[in-house]
Each structure stands twice: as C-alpha cells, then as structure tokens.
C-alpha cells in the first residue's frame, strides 16, 4: 500500500486519550453489571437496580465500536509500514499471545468464582482449572468463538478475538485486492466532502446488520458483523483529512441526530417484548436498525468533536512555541505512558473487578457504598499490577502484548 499526500501516520493524542478513557469506562462498566436486574454477571449483588442498564447503554452505543473504528485506522498505517505479511506477524505477537495467555490464565478466575456462589461448591482453582477447559467439541457457526464447553469461555476477551480476526481477513483483501482501500476511501472522503450530510451513509448497512443479523449482547450490544464494519470504516477513512474535515463540518447534524435517534429508538427497543435483540417483529427490527444508526452519530460525532478539540489545541500550542520562541515538545510522557497501557489494562480488568466484587457484595453497605468501592479499588488494582509487574520485565511485555522496552515512567 503506497502512502499518498491525504493519509498521514500522524500521531493523534486525542485518540490515545479516548481509548484510555474507553477502558477505564469499562471497569465501571463491569461493575454496574455487579447489580444490574437483568444482565447474568458473573458475581450479583443482593440488592440490584435497574438503573445501571440505562447508564450502560450511554457508553455501550459508541465505546466498543470506536475501538474497532481506531483499529481499522491503525492497521492502514501498519500495513503501510510493514507490509502484509508484516502486519499479520506484528498482529498476531501483539494480540494473540496476550489471547493466549489471558484465556488460560486470566479468564477461568471469573468462572472459578462465578461457581464460588453455589455454597455446595468448593473446589479449590486449581481443582476447577482442568474443568475449565474440558472441551466437548466445536461449534464452527459460532466463528470465531469455535470451541465449546460447559465452564469454557473467552469472556471478556472477545474483544481480541474479533479484532485479531479482522485484522487477518484484512491480510488477504490488501495483498490481492489492489489496493481497494485507498481508492474506496479517496472516493468516500471526496464525495463526503462535497455532500453536507454524506457521513451518515456508513449508518445504512450499520443498520441492515442490527435489523436483520439482530444484536449479540455478550458482545456489548452489538453484532460481531458490525464490528467488522466499524474496523472497515475505519480502515478506509484512515488519516482522510477529507473524512476529518466533513465530520467537523457536520458535528451539529451528527450530534443532533444522535440524541434524537438514542431517545426515539430506545423506548422503541426496549418495550419490543420478547427478545428484542433477535426477534423480527416489526418494533423489534426497527428499533435495532435505529440503534445501529444511532451508534454510527454518536461514534462520528465523538470523532468530530475530538478532532475540532484537538486541532485548537495545536492551534494554541504553536502560538505559545511562536510567542516564546520555545521548541517544539515532543509528546508528554503521560500520554506515551497510557498509550501503551491500554492493552494490559484491558486484558486484566474484568477478572480484577469480578474478584473484588466478590468480596465486597457481601459487606453490609447500600449499592451506593459498594459501586465506587468496587470501582475504584478494581482500578488502582489494575493500574498496579501493570506498572509494577507487567511494563518493567521483558516476559511480562511479550505476554501483554508490548513491544520491547517502552517508554520511560510518567
């Protein structure tokens, strides 16, 4: 893939910042699980509530799917460096080894104290461990997520699963498919250019997948196949300062109609009846095409938003530089620091949370004492074990998924 003047590999630190933000949102994403009425988390709560579910939804319409988005923007830069073959090795030492490590090592504890509830159960973890992976067979319609057992599961690590194999689907499409990527995104980022209004577009398969396909709420919300849409369109659009410039233009439009949409089809939705994930009832089937549509404005508008913020600051900054006659910064160590960290915080975060909400449900406290107990302890909890165990040795790097060395401390 030749580079062209319209996609730079520019370093966004308004990215960075919102996939730490993402990510931190998910331990307290996990922990409102602990006492939502409806969801089956791993530990419950007593005392549960049904306002979790309504704040959950605010973050599950655009967080997961701009992870997908930025990783499709990421890996048309990487390609670009690396080549195919390249990108698939780098892909899958930085995101299958921590798969492999974190299925067999992190995610069986939630299982383990999921069965800790029962009070007839009492093995011990490593009585439990080799009933985790007691496979009874594959289940290839499920792909990726073939194999099947009683207690196993990828859990929270779906995320890398999916993203890994996108990324090795893309492998094939780029080295044989001409460079369909750039040409596609050159054609979408001139046309929305010149067509106020044009970024919406992606928003109709969204919605065609979430009507038909339905939604997969063991994957937050959405379908494995509108993931792969929000990676492509990310892909596509990568470093398009085109793309960009539109979604800055229409920033009202898309914000607007994110809020519309959110409390239209949302009501709509949720009174479906039946299961209105996957039914195909008239109300069911229209409500999930306008939550895919909705997701599409929010994603776009958060993007909009942080490009406008991000490019006054730089505005700012060079004036500052000019002003004082000062040189150029290079990128603060905060940011370097929590860029890398994104990917082990996600890793350990849900097995962390589950642990010390399986000690704190059983104080007797309100839901209002244990929700930021829980959330905060599992935080510091989590930011703990990667800067003191997981960033300064060199196995633990290659086991999380981090390249050699790193940056120096914040």
Partial sequence: MTSSPAVTAERRTELDSVRVL???????????????????????????????????????????????????????????????????????RRLGVPLVFGTVVLVPLPQW???????????????????????????????????????????????LLLLLTFCLVLVPLVRWGGGW???????????????????????????AVCALAGLEEQFAGWHRAA?????????????????RAALRRDLRLLAISGVVLFLSGGPLLMTAGGDPFTDLTPQATAGRALFGVTGWCWLTAILGFLD?????????????????????????????????????????????????????IGWEAPIAVKFPVIGVVSLLLIFAVYDLLVRRTAPARFLFGLRPGGPGRP
């Fill in 113 to 159: 104290l999921r069965q800790r509830a029962d009070p007839a159960f009492h093995e011990s973890y490593p009585e439990f461990l080799p009933r985790f992976f007691d496979l009874d067979g594959f289940k290839w319609h499920d792909f990726p997520f073939v194999f099947e057992g009683r207690h196993f599961e990828f859990g929270h690590l779906w995320f």
């Fill in 227 to 243: 993931y792969l849409l929000f990676f492509l369109s990310g892909f596509v659009f990568a470093g398009e300062e085109r793309f």
């Fill in 181 to 207: 990527g750039p040409r596609l995104g050159d054609r979408a980022a001139a046309f929305a250019e010149r067509r106020p209004g044009a970024v919406l577009l992606p928003a109709v398969p969204l919605a």
């Fill in 308 to 360: 406008r913020r991000g490019r006054s600051a730089e505005a700012r900054s060079a004036e500052a530089r000019s002003a004082e006659a000062l040189p150029e910064r290079a990128p603060r160590r905060w940011y370097a620091y929590l860029s890398e960290a994104v990917l082990p915080l996600y890793v350990l975060h849900q097995p962390v949370v589950v642990a010390v909400a399986f000690v704190v």
């Fill in 22 to 92: 993402v990510v931190v949102g998910l331990v307290f994403f996990h922990t409102a699980l602990v006492f939502d009425a409806r969801d089956d988390f791993y530990v419950k709560n007593a005392e549960t509530t049904p306002v979790t579910l309504l704040v959950s939804a605010l973050g599950v319409l655009w967080a997961m799917p701009l992870l997908f988005f930025l990783a499709g923007l990421g890996a048309r830069h990487s390609l670009r460096r690396r080549g195919a073959g390249g990108y698939a090795a780098e892909r899958l």
